[in-house]
């Protein structure tokens, strides 16, 4: 062998290195735009202090979360929180950096850190508490990754087809999340997977549903819209529709049907409340509420999402967190016990 073939090729490590430097200069441009918390440390934290970081962003990030966690067995908070925080930096890493080509540096860097806590290896807080969550709790890598291919799709997908295409966005971006909180809860075994993850899948999808249709507006304004592209055309709904804020008689009887569509599928999910362990019933059965309250505050404006954003009120929301607190003591008042009621 020659020092001729051996040498490197100069051009290839000039594309490399260019590369490298470019997606260098998209990382930092990207953690400029988030809290430096986000930044992943030089040294990794304890478990606990890792633990410290994922409750404090879960608590103090989302409302329904910290209702939800008064529910859960003390064990598996840990185990929430971590689940939690990493969705938020994930979905963060994705929305909040306003580059498109910062937002994909920073995912498949995360991507990677992904990898390294499957190898052992994690630095940032969010991975070594998952670690531990991970190890407990038996989680394949698969639903985290899959969450990180929805975060990507944001970036360059704006439109879907069709229903079918939406419902695979949300394969990614929202049933991931409940196949979670069924391996956080040992909730899945070879008897129980297939059943409960459809079940899971069909609540996780009209949830995402649910937000799509009460946040038609604020979508809009970030270039994505998420209504069928073939049901707008059956229903005379397009673009400048939506751009004019006004919700004219066919975007009602549009959003109409899908209102009715992602109730339909939380009646298909309803049932996983009577089959779960008690604890974990009463965070199903306090977020298809959640959902269907949405749904139930879309109608109540008459299917007008255009002018104002639907929202479910701090005393709405207290009387959920009461009504599925009763179906705990009461089973027979929770939520799939039979009924697929149309309201919350």
């Known amino acids: 062998m020659t020092a001729a073939t051996v040498e490197p090729d100069k051009n290839a490590l000039e594309r490399e290195a260019a590369h490298r430097g470019g997606e260098g200069d998209a990382l930092a441009r990207g953690w400029a735009a988030l809290p430096a918390s986000y930044r992943i440390p030089e040294v990794a934290p304890t478990l606990d202090e890792a633990r410290a970081w994922c409750q404090n962003l879960a608590e103090t990030h989302y409302e329904n979360f910290h209702v939800a966690s008064w529910f859960l067995p003390k064990a598996l908070r840990p185990h929430f929180h971590s689940i939690y925080a990493y969705c ?9 950096v306003g580059s498109t080509e910062s937002a994909l540096a920073l995912l498949d860097l995360w991507g990677r850190e992904l990898d390294a806590c499957y190898e052992g290896r994690a630095r940032h807080p969010v991975f070594v508490a998952l670690r531990a969550t991970i190890e407990a ?51 899945v075994s070879p008897e129980t997977r297939e059943t409960y993850f459809r079940m899971s899948d069909a609540t996780c999808s009209a949830l995402q549903l649910a ?49 009715d569509y992602a109730r339909s599928l939380f009646a298909q999910g309803l049932p996983l409340i009577g089959k779960v362990n008690r604890d974990l019933a009463l965070d199903l059965d306090l977020f298809s509420r959640g959902g269907l309250e949405i749904l139930r505050a879309i109608e109540l404006r008459d299917y007008d999402v255009l002018s104002a954003r639907p929202a479910i009120s701090k005393r709405t929301k207290f009387a959920l967190a009461l009504r599925a607190l009763s179906g705990k003591a009461f089973p027979f008042l929770r939520l799939g016990r039979g009924t697929t009621e149309k309201a919350a």
């Open 137 to 187: 709790c038996s989680i394949p890598k698969e639903p985290f990754a899959d969450l990180l291919t929805a975060f990507r799709r944001d970036q360059t997908v704006t439109r879907y087809a069709s229903m079918d295409e939406v419902l695979g966005y949300c394969r990614y971006s929202a049933n991931p999340v409940g196949r979670l909180v069924l391996y956080a809860c040992g909730e």
């Open 88 to 96: 938020r930096v994930s979905d963060d890493l994705g929305d909040e």
């Open 211 to 259: 937000n799509f249709w009460q946040d038609v507006r604020e979508d809009f304004a970030r270039g994505r819209v998420y209504l069928p592209q073939d049901a707008m055309r059956k229903f005379g709904v397009s673009d400048e529709t939506i751009a004019g804020g006004v919700a004219t008689p066919e975007f009602r009887a549009l959003l109409r049907s899908e209102v």
